[in-house]
């Protein structure tokens, strides 16, 4: 095979714009694209998570006040003791009271001691008190009585049922008034105050952590109250099962395990919090946006917003529990700080961790293609290795950036797809919060329109007595979640309605009296603008937004029924305004309507209608649909157990209510539990107070990727082996059975043959192939008629060599013939055969003995041995031969029916080629020695058996060997004189 050298076929050039398109500028081209992808996607995440960082900061500072930490933990301990709500009796109710082992138990949960425990059995009939030892300490554990007054009017157990009627005894004696005013104020709010020496009375809220500054308890002047008691409902039953008042000192608790909880407690997935100091010392904390405190920054492998402590914690670390500042040693030459960060590693794209070894993989292309090409330049194409090596190599090289280049694309397509499949469900998901929060503002409206449709049902009864229109309200009020209806007639007093169904008829009454104050503006206001129009443009409007009266008020005036929130009332209340005008074309005012709404009994029944009209827990196309409510009431977030999803966990309910009210917006989560994706969205109704939380849940590997990103990295594979198994079948299997086929004919196998239908260059290989085979095999056919000299010769000989000519050579020349026994003719098919056996035997013999069957005349052959390295000399390897053909032919069938004869000569001859230049060319022997042979078996064919003639010559050669006696002294055809014959016996 003729090697095509590239140095003198290619050209440098040409190689080198080869290498340089193929391998150089596409993986140039790769690493750019890759790098610009990954930073691409670094900036998205970055902004993603700015938003996240400032909405984690505030929830950072507000769990560093440590109140909703605290409270969480006190609740979590209440849910561990049984001090819950329950609807039936239950195992883990709590014990009857031991406040000793509640106070051990719960300085084992949080972690720090506590300063006191005012414990209370069931009905709150029994008490108990454990209180730490405190230096500088002067609170005293109060009498029992006093404490059992202050536990029962926290439960009010007056209007609870005993649990345990038979041991049940009151808390006051008879005679008083546990629902007074001044009794609850004594007992509640007095109690603390002279117990701890509270500088501001307050009542306590039941699973509520409150905070105050107390002279009794020590070295310290702040505390933390908690309450947390059990209670069993059933039907419209309420039992009182035990509870226990807790009092901790913010001096015991450790300023590291406050910010060491806070710090655990990350709002998003992947963002993390820490304390931090921030140098150098920020001389004014009230101004320090400037220093680039609260700004983003990237440092030390993080993306991370710093600002200084909140103020609460700045109090902590400077007055050390206590009420006077007394350590300074944090601002030395620093100020503290707080920063929540996300790992950068975090925000890169997953293929940034395998960047390394995607770019040692191009590094390592870049360089194989540069050997190659030098190995192709300096030495050509004759690589000595397999063809099938050789194309997966170069399918693998041509492969290699496609390959890397559909990851990238996949890459780049899974992150869209997870954008869109996100964006998707968060739109979904607003959707069906949008749904609850229409519902709820239509039911808002129709409450509206109930109050619209009052004042003009009371336009119409204009003049009646005060006991129709008293009972009008009343009746009005029956169905509606109404505590009090003011009717204020212009020319007229006040007439306050208070409905039967208020759950605090005190507290009822007293807002009535407020609101009674508030109505005398609004009736100042109408004197001013007599005529009323609905149109916003009318001269009525202008007059009255003209006024210059209170602004407030003006709104009200002008809220036509919208329920509102006046700070004046209580928290519990809200209020919608109407003004009942006289029938006629022209509305003059005549009264006004001021109703309080009972905030309690409307939200329980908005979430009741919610409850109705929504499924808290359904299925929607795979993805697990549920949906919480929550209620703010004096600052405190509380969920609303019955109309809320039992597969979400109350913390986590919690947790996003608590963060959309704090931010005052609606809030979105995203993040991952276990095996699903959790998406939630939360809204704020700040004027009801209504807080929505709906959350999805999606499996990860749901959605449209899931059968893309399982065959991710097996779709390259598979490509790969598509191209292998192509390049197998169109190159390298026909290239293979090309090379068996010649590996066959180099074998022997000339019969061998390629069918291949490509129609390609292999096809026409295949027939060539076939060419070369066939006319090898005619070639072996015509050489079994031509003897092994003559093939040896023009086998070695150049053609130039091919010419007649010859050489003197000493050699053995046997002429052997078959001859039948009976004289008579026998058919010629069985002479065929006969002397075909013979050959056959001939030549097998005359191998062995190292001779060659130099001619064929009939049925006699010529054979001759030549002498050669052998030690044998060649007059004795051609007698054995002789001897070995009698002994055959007379073991074979032959020897019933023929018989052999033959005759040996030695000596020199000439050997060469006989015939005409341009004509046949024989290769043979001649000379006196041929003829002697001939002669001597022509004479052994007229003696009788299977005769062995040898020349005297030949005799004196094998003498020491072969035994022959005399047979004759005859005078040889073409011979002068006398021949002695010897016969071998």
Not at 402 to 418: G, I, K, N, Q, V
Request: aromatic share 8%; charged share 20%; net charge neutral.
């Amino acid at each position: 095979m003729k090697v095509i050298r590239a140095k003198s076929q290619v050209g440098f050039w040409l190689l080198l714009s080869v290498w340089l398109l193929v391998v150089v500028l596409p993986t140039s081209l790769f690493r750019s694209s890759f790098a610009r992808f990954l930073s691409f996607s670094h900036e998205q995440q970055k902004q993603r998570v700015k938003p996240l960082l400032f909405a984690e900061m505030q929830q950072f500072k507000e769990d560093l006040a440590f109140d909703g930490v605290l409270e969480d933990e006190l609740n979590a301990f209440d849910r561990k003791q049984g001090f819950v709500d329950h609807s039936s009796f239950v195992d883990n109710m709590p014990p009857d009271c031991d406040a000793a082992k509640i106070r051990s138990d719960l300085e084992q949960h949080l972690g720090f001691p506590v300063f006191m425990v005012l414990a209370h059995g069931v009905d709150t009939v029994h008490n108990d008190g454990s209180m730490a030892v405190a230096s500088y300490a002067e609170v005293r554990l109060p009498p029992e009585s006093m404490s059992r007054r202050f536990f029962a009017l926290i439960n009010d157990q007056m209007n609870c049922s005993a649990l345990i009627p038979d041991k049940y005894r009151p808390a006051f004696t008879p005679g008083v008034a546990h629902d007074d005013a001044k009794v609850r104020r004594v007992y509640l709010e007095g109690f603390l105050q002279n117990l701890f020496s509270i500088s501001v009375a307050f009542a306590i809220e039941p699973r509520r952590v409150y905070s105050a500054i107390a002279s009794k308890v020590g070295d310290t002047g702040q505390i933390y109250l908690y309450y947390g008691t059990g209670r069993l409902r059933q039907g419209g039953a309420r039992f009182n099962t035990g509870g226990y008042l807790a009092v901790i000192r913010v001096v015991d608790v450790a300023e590291r395990h406050i910010v060491r909880r806070a710090a655990r407690r990350t709002f998003y997935p992947g963002l993390h919090r820490r304390m931090t100091m921030l140098q150098p010392a920020v001389p004014d904390p009230d101004n320090f946006s400037w220093q680039g405190f609260s700004r983003i920054r990237e440092e030390q492998g993080r993306f991370a917003l710093t600002t200084l402590v909140p103020p609460r914690q700045l109090v902590r670390l400077i007055q050390k529990g206590g009420i006077v500042a007394s350590d300074f040693s944090a601002f030395a030459g620093r100020a503290p700080g707080i920063e929540v960060f996300c790992r950068l590693s975090d925000l890169q794209h997953p293929l940034w961790h395998y960047q390394k070894e995607i770019y040692l993989l191009l590094r390592l292309l870049i360089l194989l293609s540069g050997l190659v090409f030098m190995r192709l330049y300096l030495f050509g194409f004759d690589m000595n290795i397999s063809l099938a090596l050789k194309i997966s190599m170069a399918v693998l090289a041509a492969g290699t950036l496609p390959l890397l280049s559909m990851l990238l694309t996949m890459a780049a397509y899974d992150d869209s797809a997870r954008s869109a499949r996100h964006d998707r469900i968060q739109r979904f998901i607003k959707i069906k919060s949008r749904e609850i929060q229409d519902f709820v503002s239509a039911g808002i409206h129709a409450r509206e329109e109930q109050a619209r449709s009052l004042a003009e049902n009371m336009s119409s009864m204009h003049g009646c007595s005060q006991d129709e229109l008293r009972d009008v309200l009343k009746g009005w009020m029956k169905s509606r979640p109404v505590d009090a209806v003011l009717y204020k007639p212009l020319d007229g007093e006040t007439m306050p309605v208070v409905s039967d169904a208020a759950k605090s008829y005190a507290n009822a009454s007293q807002n009535a009296e407020t609101a009674m104050i508030i109505l005398g503006p609004i009736v100042e206001m109408l004197l001013s603008s007599p005529r009323l129009n609905p149109d916003r443009h009318s001269m009525s409007t202008l007059l009255t937004e003209g006024s210059r009266n209170v602004e407030s008020t003006h709104s009200m005036l002008i809220s036509n029924g919208r329920i509102l929130n006046l700070a004046k009332l209580h928290e519990h209340s809200r209020v919608a305004i109407v003004v009942v005008s006289h029938p006629g074309k022209v509305r003059v005012p005549a009264a006004v309507i001021l109703i309080i709404y009972s905030l309690d009994r409307l939200l329980e029944e908005m979430l009741q209608a919610a409850r109705s009209k929504f499924l808290m827990e359904q299925e929607f196309a795979g993805w697990q649909l549920d949906h919480a409510f929550g209620v703010e009431l004096d600052g405190h977030v509380e969920q609303s157990g019955h109309v809320s999803s039992s597969r979400l966990e109350s913390d986590f309910i919690l947790r996003q209510m608590r963060a959309c009210r704090s931010l005052q917006r609606d809030l979105q989560w995203h993040g991952r539990q276990g095996d699903d994706e959790v998406f939630s969205y939360v809204c704020f109704d700040q004027n009801l107070p209504l807080i929505n939380l709906t959350v999805i849940r999606v499996p990860v590997t749901a959605g449209i990727m899931a059968g893309i990103e399982s065959w991710r990295w097996l779709y390259p594979i598979l490509l790969l082996l598509f191209t292998l198994l192509f390049a197998s079948y169109f190159f390298i299997s026909p290239a293979l059975k090309l090379a068996r086929g010649l590996s066959a004919i180099a074998g022997g196998d000339l019969s061998k043959r390629l069918h291949l239908r490509s129609g390609d260059e292999f096809e026409a290989l295949a027939l060539e192939f076939n060419q070369m085979a066939q006319s090898l095999q005619e070639k072996e056919q015509l050489e079994a008629y031509v003897s092994s000299d003559v093939l040896a010769e023009a086998r070695t000989a150049e053609v130039a060599d091919l010419r007649p000519g010859g050489e003197r050579i000493g050699a053995s020349v046997v002429f052997v013939s078959l001859l039948p026994l009976a004289r008579e003719a026998s058919d010629h098919a069985e002479q065929m055969s006969q002397i075909n056996s013979f050959l056959d035997l001939s030549q097998f013999l005359c191998g062995e003995n190292q001779g060659v069957i130099d001619k064929i005349i009939g049925h006699t052959l010529m054979l001759v041995f030549r002498a050669s390295d052998n030690a044998v000399a060649h007059q004795l390897r051609a007698c054995r031969m002789a001897l070995q053909i009698v002994a055959a032919v007379k073991a074979s069938q032959l020897g019933s029916s023929c018989r052999v004869v033959a005759g040996l000569a030695c000596g020199q001859l000439v050997s060469g080629k006989i015939g005409s230049r341009s004509g046949r060319l024989d290769f043979t022997v001649i000379g006196d020695t041929v003829n002697l042979a001939a002669r001597l078996k022509s004479y052994a064919e007229s003696l009788a058996g299977s005769p062995l003639l040898v020349s005297e010559e030949m005799r004196a050669a094998v003498a020491d060997s072969i035994t022959t006696r005399l047979e004759s002294q005859v005078q040889l055809k073409g011979k002068s004189l006398q021949t002695r014959v010897y016969r071998i016996v």
